[in-house]
């Protein structure tokens, strides 16, 4: 049994000087901090850019007046506290508070500053919702990370959802493969219980969250094959991140290991415009470049995963390029007649999100209170 110490506090950071614990002191008053040892050993402590520590040590950048807490305008989806319904297929619950570690990019920041509000706490009431919509096959665990909780009440959800007929898939968002893979080694009630309500027609799916080759260690590939083992399916998504994965390079190795460890490119996320994320962002046109030229570097199997951005109307591909125009996709829409349908806007590098063109501002001006120019 690996033991794990945590770190909630920055000055309890020693390889950090007392200057730079000061200087992030009061980023860590306004967004919260959470490591452990064991990510944290796989930072390069004599490297100031190195792409692990910019995931989770904090940085002054994030006090920029830059964002929003709810980017993608998640409350207008919310049907009671922790239960969101965007599209007609899919639900998520979010039933934890905590993470095993916080990512410095981190969409749901107002998760941490206002928990008993964005958590779930009413679980009978979810269920029922869930069962009285037929429509619903897909339910996203998610958080906050599942799998902080203890497997136990994990399988207390779990075995009400399989409970109910249309419900045929059941997500785990999560980055403890990432964060902590003793996590599911040293628990073997966890691989029961996946493989238990994981069934031949009705699968559990474990959606993964690495960012970087560096997290792929032995130790989280062993995490993953007991997984796969227990019978969940794989696949990752992760956005985007300046100064971690925004070089073709880098992407195409983390796409390519993914793959050999049998783990789905899902998803490559555009950054999210959350408060204080815009130093972590790099603009969708740029972003789209380097996407495509990871892909070239790589098998079949390991560019499966799509760009796209988790908009308050639906999930957008970003589609291809021109030199002067830039083309958007409905992947997943939150109005069934947006599905499928293709935008094609002007070029603009300076982009960061769909709001920043013009042309959807016309189209869309419901949008107009997300651009995010400011703060909330």
């Given at each position: 049994?690996?033991?794990?110490?945590?770190?909630?506090?920055?000055?309890?950071?020693?390889?950090?000087?007392q200057h730079e614990?000061?200087?992030?002191?009061?980023?860590?008053?306004?967004?919260?901090?959470?490591?452990?040892?064991?990510?944290?050993?796989?930072?390069?402590?004599?490297?100031?850019?190195?792409?692990?520590?910019?995931?989770?040590?904090?940085?002054?950048?994030?006090?920029?007046?830059?964002?929003?807490?709810?980017?993608?305008?998640?409350?207008?989806?919310?049907?009671?506290?922790?239960?969101?319904?965007k599209y007609h297929?899919?639900?998520?619950?979010?039933?934890?508070?905590?993470?095993?570690?916080?990512?410095?990019?981190?969409?749901?920041?107002?998760?941490?500053?206002?928990?008993?509000?964005?958590?779930?706490?009413?679980?009978?009431?979810?269920?029922?919702?869930?069962?009285?919509?037929?429509?619903?096959?897909?339910?996203?665990?998610?958080?906050?990370?599942?799998?902080?909780?203890?497997?136990?009440?994990?399988?207390?959800?779990?075995?009400?959802?399989?409970?109910?007929?249309?419900?045929?898939?059941?997500?785990?968002?999560?980055?403890?493969?990432?964060?902590?893979?003793?996590?599911?080694?040293?628990?073997?009630?966890?691989?029961?219980?996946?493989?238990?309500?994981?069934?031949?027609?009705?699968?559990?799916?474990?959606?993964?969250?690495?960012?970087?080759?560096?997290?792929?260690?032995?130790?989280?590939?062993?995490?993953?094959?007991?997984?796969?083992?227990?019978?969940?399916?794989?696949?990752?998504?992760?956005?985007?991140?300046?100064?971690?994965?925004?070089?073709?390079?880098?992407?195409?190795?983390?796409?390519?290991?993914?793959?050999?460890?049998?783990?789905?490119?899902?998803?490559?996320?555009?950054?999210?415009?959350?408060?204080?994320?815009?130093?972590?962002?790099?603009?969708?046109?740029?972003?789209?470049?380097?996407?495509?030229?990871?892909?070239?570097?790589?098998?079949?199997?390991?560019?499966?995963?799509?760009?796209?951005?988790?908009?308050?109307?639906?999930?957008?591909?970003?589609?291809?390029?021109?030199?002067?125009k830039i083309f958007?996709?409905?992947?997943?829409?939150?109005?069934?007649?947006?599905?499928?349908?293709?935008?094609?806007?002007?070029?603009?590098?300076?982009?960061?999100?769909?709001?920043?063109?013009?042309?959807?501002?016309?189209?869309?001006?419901?949008?107009?209170?997300?651009?995010?120019?400011?703060?909330?």
């Amino acid at each position: 049994m690996h033991k794990v110490k945590y770190y909630r506090d920055i000055q309890d950071i020693e390889q950090l000087t007392q200057h730079e614990r000061d200087a992030l002191r009061q980023v860590t008053e306004r967004f919260a901090f959470r490591a452990n040892d064991y990510y944290l050993s796989l930072i390069d402590w004599d490297d100031p850019a190195c792409p692990i520590r910019r995931l989770i040590i904090p940085h002054t950048d994030e006090l920029e007046g830059w964002g929003r807490l709810d980017p993608s305008n998640e409350e207008a989806y919310t049907v009671l506290p922790g239960l969101e319904h965007k599209y007609h297929s899919t639900a998520l619950l979010l039933v934890s508070n905590i993470c095993e570690g916080i990512c410095r990019y981190c969409f749901r920041k107002r998760v941490f500053i206002d928990p008993q509000k964005e958590s779930l706490r009413d679980i009978p009431a979810a269920i029922e919702y869930i069962a009285a919509h037929p429509k619903i096959t897909n339910i996203l665990l998610t958080g906050g990370d599942p799998l902080v909780l203890a497997t136990r009440k994990l399988e207390q959800i779990i075995s009400e959802l399989r409970k109910i007929e249309h419900v045929r898939i059941i997500r785990l968002g999560t980055r403890m493969p990432v964060f902590n893979p003793y996590r599911i080694l040293d628990d073997p009630a966890l691989a029961e219980m996946i493989s238990t309500y994981s069934l031949p027609a009705r699968r559990i799916y474990v959606m993964t969250h690495f960012c970087h080759p560096r997290e792929l260690t032995d130790t989280a590939c062993a995490g993953l094959d007991k997984l796969v083992r227990a019978g969940a399916v794989l696949t990752n998504q992760f956005p985007l991140i300046r100064g971690v994965n925004d070089d073709p390079d880098v992407l195409a190795e983390l796409l390519g290991r993914l793959s050999f460890a049998g783990v789905v490119p899902y998803y490559l996320f555009q950054c999210r415009p959350a408060l204080g994320n815009h130093a972590y962002t790099v603009p969708i046109e740029e972003g789209y470049a380097i996407y495509e030229a990871a892909k070239a570097r790589v098998s079949g199997l390991a560019k499966r995963l799509r760009f796209v951005m988790s908009h308050a109307t639906g999930k957008i591909e970003i589609l291809s390029k021109t030199d002067t125009k830039i083309f958007f996709k409905y992947h997943r829409a939150a109005d069934d007649a947006d599905s499928g349908k293709v935008l094609v806007c002007n070029s603009n590098p300076d982009a960061c999100w769909l709001d920043d063109y013009e042309e959807i501002l016309r189209e869309y001006p419901a949008a107009m209170p997300y651009r995010i120019h400011g703060p909330e």
